[in-house]
């Protein structure tokens, strides 16, 4: 069974920095789609994605601001978040996708439980 476990949530004052991690937990795909959302399962935004090519999104709010990057060997994913802001508070998810990146991001076939940012000014 496919499980996505988030850590490294938490409150910051603005311009800090927070890192999160998300650990796939019996995940037997080698091509996959996965990334870190908001609003997620019901109505999910990307934050920052990595598709099967290696090709990675970023949110236009995020660019210059956020780092996405995965440890292949480890199954975890990372967001490295600095210059974080007030409105970049609430939850995250990690989500994955069997093959690319689906564009109706509310069909991808797996979901964490997300993890809470708190940003304070």
């Known amino acids: 069974q496919v499980r996505l476990v988030e850590s490294g949530g938490g409150s910051v004052e603005a311009g800090g920095s927070l890192r999160l991690s998300c650990e796939a937990f019996?995940?037997?795909?080698?091509?996959?789609?996965i990334g870190w959302f908001r609003h997620a399962p019901d109505e999910p935004e990307r934050v920052a994605s990595i598709?099967?090519?290696?090709?990675?999104i970023y949110a236009d709010d995020v660019k210059g601001r956020f780092t996405i990057s995965r440890d292949k060997a480890k199954n975890t994913l990372y967001l490295q978040m600095d210059k974080l802001k007030p409105e970049d508070s609430g939850m995250f998810y990690c989500?994955?996708?069997?093959?690319?990146?689906?564009?109706?991001?509310?069909?991808?076939?797996?979901w964490g439980k997300g993890i809470l940012v708190t940003i304070s000014s």
């Open positions: 019996g995940y037997p795909y080698t091509s996959y789609c």
């Open positions: 989500g994955s996708h069997r093959g690319n990146c689906p564009l109706r991001l509310r069909t991808m076939d797996y």
């Open positions: 598709d099967t090519d290696d090709e990675i």
